[in-house]
Nanobody, 120 residues
Framework: QVQLVESGGGSVQAGGSLRLSCAAT????????TGWFRQAPGKEREAVAE????????RDKDSVKGRFTITRDIANNMIFLQMNNLKPEDTAVYYC?????????????WGEGTQVTVSS
């Protein structure tokens, strides 16, 4: 059983930065593909950034390229989302997720989410 817990959300002004963290229990992140997703009010959940089990960043959302960076700390079994130059449209609940590394697997492990609010 994989459990994911996010932290680091909050309220910032446009142009500010936040770093989200995700801790896992039950499995190590170097055995799972992982990602950060977000869901804004009235919108569907969307992928923001993903990391393969080998540590390669893939499929960053175009609107966050150059501003958001996904990284991981294997020693402490955590992944992070560094968010810089935040914009009001980045306001959403951010979720950490993981999936098995077999091709075609969907994300089956989710955290509860952490709120990020960016004011103009």
């Amino acid at each position: 059983q994989v459990q994911l817990v996010e932290s680091g959300g909050g309220s910032v002004q446009a142009g500010g930065s936040l770093r989200l963290s995700c801790a896992a229990t039950g499995r190590t992140f170097n055995t799972l593909n992982t990602g950060w997703f977000r869901q804004a009010p009235g919108k569907e959940r969307e992928a923001v950034a993903e990391l393969t089990w080998t540590g390669d960043a893939t499929r960053d959302k175009d609107s966050v390229k150059g501003r958001f960076t996904i990284t991981r700390d294997i020693a402490n079994n955590m992944i992070f989302l560094q968010m810089n130059n935040l914009k009001p449209e980045d306001t959403a609940v951010y979720y950490c997720a993981a999936r098995e590394k077999r091709p075609g697997e969907s994300y089956g492990y989710w955290g509860e989410g952490t709120q990020v609010t960016v004011s103009s």
